[in-house]
């Protein structure tokens, strides 16, 4: 009797995700057997087939040494920090540079408003002394000369 083996030591062999071990199992019909929770139980046949199948799906990944797996030298790193704190630095400075718009727009706003209450209360202020012009001499506002009344209109004038 063969072992079987579970889908996190298959993916660990293959170096792959379990996730993607049972996505092929189910894509190319590859025969496993299920335990009793459902769960895929491979076999040596099983294991050499996913093995064919990774190096159709992953060829560059093959090769004696991954790509990915490449630890950078110091200077490579160094480089790569420089970078980082390069670019760091030139998105705080765009994000300063907003912030000042922002804050001078702002103060272009305010600056306006401030105009606009200014101009209301000299306006107020006009009217005010008006009013007060109108306290002291109030017959200087209206001086119209008076109209006689027709004879018509004295017929309905009410005496109180």
């Known amino acids: 009797m063969s072992t079987l083996v579970k ?3 298959v993916a660990e062999v293959l170096q792959v995700a379990p996730k993607t ?8 019909q590859i025969p ?16 050499d087939r996913l093995q064919t199948v990774k190096s159709t799906q992953m060829p560059e990944e093959n090769g004696p040494v991954n790509e990915r797996e490449a630890k950078p030298t110091y ?5 790569r920090m420089d970078d980082i704190l390069r670019r760091l630095d ?4 765009m994000i300063e540079q907003k912030a000042d718009e922002v804050v001078s727009f702002q103060l272009l706003k305010h ?5 606009d209450v200014q101009c209301s209360l000299a306006a ?12 002291i001499d109030p017959e200087r506002k209206f001086e119209c000369p008076k109209k006689e009344r027709g004879k018509l209109a004295n017929m309905f004038l009410f005496s109180s």
């Open 124 to 135: 107020m202020e006009k009217n005010l002394k008006d009013l007060q012009v109108e306290k």
């Open 90 to 93: 030139h998105l705080e400075n």
């Open 32 to 47: 496993v057997k299920t335990n009793d929770r459902g769960h895929y139980l491979y076999d040596h046949n099983a294991i």
């Open 75 to 79: 200077e490579e790193a160094e480089k």
């Open 21 to 28: 071990v049972q996505t092929w199992v189910r894509k190319y």
């Open 7 to 9: 889908t996190k030591n």
């Open 111 to 115: 600056r306006q408003e401030l105009d």
